[in-house]
């Protein structure tokens, strides 16, 4: 099985930055691809982010050149995907998830990280 962890969330104000990080641990040689995803209330989880394991990327329209996913390799067992946040703008806020897509089907999500942006 795969655990996720995500951390990094909070508060920041418009123009400004913030960088999320998933950790992924247990049978992360299972991982085809990882990614970031948001939802506000009311609304469907979107998009964000993807990146495969060869390093592909993947990004939403409205956040392309503002926002950046990357990954450490694996180290001890356990997979790093993050995400940089520039120009933060309001309509950013939102609960970001991490995903994770596993060889042989399968999807892990992990618990949740609040972003709020608001001066």
């Known amino acids: 099985q795969v655990q996720l962890v995500e951390s990094g969330g909070g508060l920041e104000q418009p123009g400004g930055s913030l960088r999320l990080s998933c950790a992924a641990s247990g049978s992360v040689f299972r991982i085809k691809s990882m990614g970031w995803y948001r939802q506000t209330p009311g609304k469907e989880r979107e998009l964000v982010a993807t990146i495969t394991n060869d390093g592909t990327t993947n990004y939403a329209d409205s956040v392309k050149g503002r926002f950046t996913i990357s990954r450490d390799n694996a180290m001890n067992m356990v997979y790093m995907v993050y995400l940089k946040m520039d120009s933060l703008k309001p309509e950013d806020t939102a609960a970001y998830y991490c995903?994770?897509?596993?060889?042989?089907?399968?999807?892990?999500w992990g618990q949740g990280t609040q972003v709020t942006v608001s001066s």
């Open positions: 995903n994770a897509q596993l060889s042989l089907g399968g999807i892990i």
